[in-house]
């Protein structure tokens, strides 16, 4: 295998901290993971590529009145317009949140199953390695996968309680009571989580995962709703109707050109497995 095409795994993770490989057990985990980790990524790609780029459906733009808007003044109904462009933005961010969850520890999985193979003689042990080496390994996988279960489950509930439809107070709330109307969804779950005790913890994501996707649409919704009535009443592709550059700049930039919210844990988490290699 090239030496450079993990080593550059390794770099997007920031697991190497660019120091050099050494000859330590330790490194064939961290290969392993980067390795697994891409090769998830890969298979999941289709379903990342449509997190990439914001865009409100425009095929709902009619030139019909909207009931539940037609008497919201033309400012408020901007103002309104931009809330709802941010909760979708903020809601389709948590959204690669949660497949990034599920990527991880579908890493940490596969690497898991790779060392219990070779424990059970259905695959080859690495050159200059131990079954008592590989032993180590597997327990220390199997501990780091526990840690970021947990710890980035707690991060996934930061992200969903940011992003709360409210609907019941707040500004945000009277905007989506005003603009949802007679289409209000009371059996809308704006605060999903993640249960890490599920029986199958990929099961527990998807369905928080499509929880979150229902609350992205229904902003996205929402903001065709509003624009589509501004529309109607002569706005046509006017800035104040459109993402700010900065904005757009923002929502454009792609899945992994964004610091990852759960990289201060994995950056924790190897760090304690290296040390514990060392003193092991």
Same mark, same amino acid.
């Given at each position: 295998?090239?030496?450079?095409?993990?080593?550059?795994?390794? /770099?997007?993770?920031?697991?190497?901290?660019?120091?050099?490989?050494?000859? /330590?057990?330790?490194?064939?985990?961290?290969?392993?993971?980067?390795?697994?980790?891409?090769?998830?990524?890969?298979?999941e790609k289709d379903m990342q590529?449509?997190?990439?780029?914001?865009?409100?459906?425009?095929?709902?733009?009619?030139?019909?009145?909207?009931?539940?808007?037609?008497?919201?003044?033309?400012?408020?109904? +901007?103002?309104?317009?931009?809330?709802?462009?941010?909760?979708?933005?903020?809601?389709?961010?948590?959204? +690669?949140?949660?497949?990034?969850?599920?990527?991880?520890?579908?890493?940490?999985?596969?690497?898991?199953?790779?060392?219990?193979?070779?424990?059970?003689?259905?695959?080859?042990?690495?050159? +200059?390695? +131990?079954?008592?080496?590989?032993?180590?390994?597997?327990?220390?996988?199997?501990?780091?996968?526990?840690?970021?279960?947990?710890?980035?489950?707690?991060?996934?509930?930061?992200?969903?309680?940011?992003?709360?439809?409210?609907?019941?107070?707040?500004?945000?709330?009277?905007?989506?009571?005003?603009?949802?109307?007679?289409?209000?969804?009371?059996?809308?779950?704006?605060?999903?989580?993640?249960?890490?005790?599920?029986?199958?913890?990929?099961?527990?994501?998807?369905?928080?995962?499509?929880?979150?996707?229902?609350?992205?649409?229904?902003?996205?919704?929402?903001?065709?709703?509003?624009?589509?009535?501004?529309?109607?009443?002569?706005?046509?592709?006017?800035?104040?109707? /459109?993402?700010?550059?900065?904005?757009?700049?923002?929502?454009?930039?792609?899945?992994?050109?964004?610091?990852?919210?759960? /990289?201060?844990?994995?950056?924790?988490?190897?760090?304690?497995v290296r040390k514990n290699a060392?003193?092991?």
């Amino acid at each position: 295998m090239n030496v450079s095409s993990f080593t550059n795994a390794f /770099q997007q993770n920031q697991i190497l901290s660019n120091r050099p490989l050494q000859s /330590q057990p330790i490194n064939d985990t961290l290969k392993r993971f980067s390795e697994n980790l891409l090769k998830v990524k890969s298979k999941e790609k289709d379903m990342q590529s449509r997190f990439d780029t914001f865009e409100m459906s425009l095929e709902a733009v009619e030139q019909k009145e909207d009931s539940s808007l037609s008497e919201i003044p033309d400012e408020l109904l +901007k103002a309104y317009l931009h809330l709802y462009e941010d909760g979708a933005n903020m809601s389709q961010e948590n959204e +690669k949140y949660l497949m990034e969850y599920r990527e991880q520890l579908s890493a940490f999985d596969q690497t898991i199953q790779e060392y219990q193979n070779m424990l059970d003689g259905r695959s080859e042990i690495p050159e +200059k390695m +131990k079954p008592e080496d590989v032993a180590n390994l597997l327990h220390q996988t199997k501990t780091a996968r526990e840690e970021f279960l947990q710890k980035g489950a707690n991060v996934l509930d930061w992200a969903s309680k940011r992003n709360q439809l409210n609907t019941q107070e707040g500004f945000m709330g009277r905007a989506y009571q005003k603009i949802a109307g007679e289409k209000n969804d009371n059996q809308i779950d704006s605060q999903w989580s993640v249960d890490t005790s599920a029986e199958n913890i990929y099961s527990e994501i998807d369905r928080a995962l499509a929880s979150a996707h229902k609350v992205t649409s229904v902003f996205r919704e929402g903001a065709s709703r509003i624009l589509a009535e501004l529309r109607r009443r002569g706005y046509g592709n006017e800035q104040s109707l /459109q993402l700010s550059a900065e904005d757009q700049a923002t929502i454009n930039s792609g899945y992994a050109e964004r610091q990852s919210p759960f /990289q201060a844990i994995l950056d924790n988490i190897w760090a304690t497995v290296r040390k514990n290699a060392i003193e092991a």
